[in-house]
């Protein structure tokens, strides 16, 4: 099994930044569809953004397009989410989530899709 750890959460003004970071050990994840989806209390998890094997493509939700970048580094087997321009709606606790390429169906914005999960870290953007 991989084991995934979100850190990077924390308390910022609106139009502040934060950087996530998606720390997977057990297992390298070159080759793992990696995502980030946030919840808060009462919703359901939402799509925030992907990237495929490689880095070949990355894929955002619409609510996120221009303020939000995914990348990974895979020397330090690492996914990140920099969010820039945070609003008050990007209010959640995020989760980073993976799969493998060849259990990969297609459905990067479905958080069924993935298999291994983080315990997620909070994000809270003050107006």
């Known amino acids: 099994q991989v084991q995934l750890v979100e850190s990077g959460g924390g308390l910022v003004q609106a139009g502040g930044s934060l950087r996530l970071s998606c720390a997977a050990s057990?297992?390298?994840?070159?080759?793992?569809?990696m995502g980030w989806f946030r919840q808060a209390p009462g919703k359901e998890r939402e799509f925030v953004a992907t990237?495929?094997?490689?880095?070949?493509?990355?894929f955002y939700a619409d609510s996120v397009k221009g303020r939000f970048t995914i990348s990974r580094d895979s020397a330090k087997n690492t996914v990140y989410l920099q969010m820039n321009s945070l609003k008050p709606e990007d209010t959640a606790v995020y989760y980073c989530g993976g799969v493998p390429r060849e259990y990969y169906s297609g459905g990067y914005s479905n958080f069924r899709e993935y298999d291994y999960w983080g315990q997620g870290t909070q994000v809270t953007v003050s107006s």
């Open positions: 990237i495929l094997w490689s880095g070949s493509s990355r």
């Open positions: 057990g297992r390298t994840i070159s080759s793992y569809i």
